[in-house]
């Protein structure tokens, strides 16, 4: 029995475009809850776990005697001030959802929403 490989091309492309519907669709549900703590990391050791739901400041020392203060407020983290050349932590702003980084490289800090 002959196979036409015409025949299969329009079906196969719907199954694929369904798939990746389906696997969109996951991510989207998966991805940007708002979480309830930030893990603050210095050179990947856990040090300070902040809940969302309580207004906080903190100083933290990260790597290479740099200062962060690390503030929740509102359910959501941000690092307010930053002894770092760049302030690229600072600029970032306000983080809410699960997964989303704060990170300073020359302080070795990572703040994540967990």
Avoid: F
């Amino acid at each position: 029995m002959k196979i036409n490989a015409k025949k299969l091309i329009v079906p196969l492309c719907l199954a694929i475009v369904i798939a990746g519907c389906l696997v969109w669709i996951a991510l989207q549900n998966s991805c940007g809850k708002d979480g309830n703590a930030a893990e603050v990391r210095v050179s990947d050791r856990v040090i300070l776990r902040l809940p969302l739901d309580r207004d906080t400041k903190k100083e933290i020392n990260g790597a290479n005697g740099i200062r962060l203060t690390v503030v929740t407020h509102e359910g959501g983290v941000y690092v307010e001030s930053s002894g770092c050349p760049d302030k690229i932590c600072v600029n970032k702003g306000k983080i809410t959802s699960v997964g989303d980084t704060i990170v300073c490289l020359p302080a070795r800090t990572v703040i994540e929403v967990v």
